[in-house]
């Protein structure tokens, strides 16, 4: 089918933005080669939430443990494979450090106080940073994107997949997770909304084994363990999940439970890395998961179609269901020296959404039934190195290409219908369709890290990228620039500016699939399917922070987009596949304020962000749009549907002798809806709590702990769509008051 031709839009992403850390700042890491430390000026920020240091102050801290390691090591006449790993971790970074981008970062520490901690979905820990908003199907916007993220481990490029709505990362892998946004370096293109860094567990933190038992409200019931640890050259990781609960997708009336929302989910994460040397290391990646979701259900809806020999049906008895695949290996060669350090990464990744309808009752309710079949696989290479060419001069360079093709296999059950849209026949009839799309991703970038002054850092280069794909040929040189100020030890101030070059996925319906369905109940109202354009932008941003002596540190940060062909996603059908559609001209601005206080076991933090979007003239995909919408966006600017205006977040956490309780206040508002996106959804303010308890020293086990979270404490009833906007299908709600209880046992 095309992809929802039959729908009222549906887009999706969220709403609700935090800070556990918020710091911006540019900095070259230290590389430190065979056990020596060799450190080259690195720029200051602000500190970020307790617990993390800033860049350069957790790499002083760092070698003071690595030192201290090695001190240990002699004595016990252990190996030194955790100072060695370090060394690669820090080289690695230096690869591709942020250089005037504004990163948010979180650790492993920080990652405990999200509601449900290492067994939070991975979009949760996002939503905790700002400029972060949430939306439905486990979405989150950044700076008001559709999307546009780029997922890396240890460094790497993650081919992306389709859209749903699995958390096919597993929070419990991550060491620590960065965000990056705002003027990125040259060494990052195509999806520049964010680039969301994941350092996986490694070195000390492998030598831990452990079973978790996770569950509570909404029948939940998720299970998992991590094993991992190192000998000789060697290091490994292995982690795995099950989870079973009843929400698995928003519940679209504001009922406490769902009707028809089970979701069963297994994942598998493996990671081992072999050191050749004190200099070279070949790792690999591997990760895979499946998950199964019941589409929930709407009782009372009206039956709209007569379907021969079928009694009396009822809505909530619908049957719809949807399963996600995704497979990625990713292999890693990493060479440091004295002043050159490379990675060479091949990978590989293959996914599927599998949309499965209810014949009988989605043809009485929607006068549709489709079955979808929608794969992919992506193949690639990405290359990175620096190389200190003077003493003020770092030069990187790196390519970067990939190929990716994509399958969508529908069959569709429709009824015929006369010119007015009425139904002619109680017979359905099956129209079957196959298509596909390849795309072609290519790039390549050279830049050079200069520090002019004492405290005075410009990181300036250029990539060219290249989109060559069954509907579209495009390419373009980009410029970028970051200025870095330290103005004092504990004041920076950045200005950049970024050229973007962000192709569309590789999903495009032509208009000969399109005229399949003439005259049928999934018929269009046009029969436009113009291929979505890469978008091309051009980015500004300016940002300070500050840490005060009193443990108290604020961050201040805006921006501004220009874009042609601004892209975006919808969702314009029952089954959960996101459509790329784009609009000629748009622009996106905004701001983000965070600040935090730490003070020996007490953490307090709070954010806040503010985004506004105007876009004109659909220039693609208009074939999913209603004709009166269509016109009046082409001499209208409108908001885009995911524009979360207002985002906050604030919070405080307390540890002390083995306990930790934590309390987090959420609040969003602004996400559109109505007819162009002219109106607004409601505000909400969720209120989540916690505490930990951590038990040593009980024999034969290394540790227990045990946790309760109680998410949503005054059970407010929040609605984050209502149906309607430009891409949004149906009503969805926050989820209700939950209580959650774990038990992690270490041995």
Known sequence: MPRGVKSVPYAALALWCALPVAQSYAETLPAIHAGQSKTSGHLKAGTPHPGVLPVSEQHKTAQAKH????????????????????????????????????????GQAQINTTPGGENAAFNQVLLRMPGVVMDSFGEEHVRGEHGGLTYRINGVLLPEGLNGFGQELDTRIIDSVTLMTGTLPAQFGFRTAGIVDVTAKSGSSLNNREISLYGGSYNSFNPSFQVGGSKGQWEYFVSGSFNRNNIGIENPTPAFRATHDVTEQGKAFGYASYHFDDTSRLSLLTSVSDANFEIPNAAGLPKLYAIQNVGDVHSQDVNDRQNEQNYYVVLSYQKTGNRLNYQISPYFRYGGIHYTPDPVRDMVFQGVAEKENNTFTTGGLQFDASYEALKAHTIRFGVLGQYTSEKLWTRTDTLPVDEAGFQTSTHPTSIQDNTGNWAAEAGAYLQDEWKLLK???????????????????????????????????????????????????????GQSTLLKFAGTTNSPENFNATATKVERSNYFDIGLSHRFTQGLS???????????????????????ILTPFSYRTGKVYGAEFGGNYHYKGLTVFGNFSFVNT?????????????????????????????????????????????????????????????????EKQPSYHIINIGYEHTFKNIRPLKGLKLRVDVMNLFDERYQIRNGSGLGVFMSQYGQRRAGYLTAVIQF
């Open 614 to 678: 105007a876009a004109k003239d659909v220039n693609s995909a208009q074939y999913q749009f209603p004709a009166d919408e269509l016109a009046y966006i082409r001499t209208h600017a409108i908001k885009l549907d995911h524009e979360g205006e207002f985002t906050s977040s604030a919070g405080a956490s307390y540890g002390w002798a083995g306990n930790k309780a934590y309390v987090d206040f959420l609040y969003g508002y602004g996400l559109r809806s109505g007819f162009a996106n002219t």
């Open 554 to 576: 604020i961050t201040v940060d805006g921006f501004y987009k220009q874009a042609r062909n601004l892209g975006d996603l919808g969702q314009f059908g029952r089954a959960v």
């Open 455 to 509: 405290g005075v850092t410009l990181n300036y280069g250029v990539r060219y990228d290249r989109f060559e794909a069954s509907f579209d040929h495009e390419g373009q040189a980009s410029p970028r620039a970051n200025l870095v100020w330290e103005v004092d030890r504990s004041t920076t101030v950045h200005f950049g500016y970024s050229r973007y070059f962000a192709p569309p996925t590789a999903q495009y319906i």
């Open 67 to 106: 030192t201290q390691q090695q001190r240990m090591d002699v004595a016990t006449g252990k190996t030194e494979a955790v100072t060695v790993h370090a060394a690669f971790n820090s080289a690695r970074a230096r690869i591709a450090p942020n250089l005037g981008a504004v990163a948010y970062r979180m």
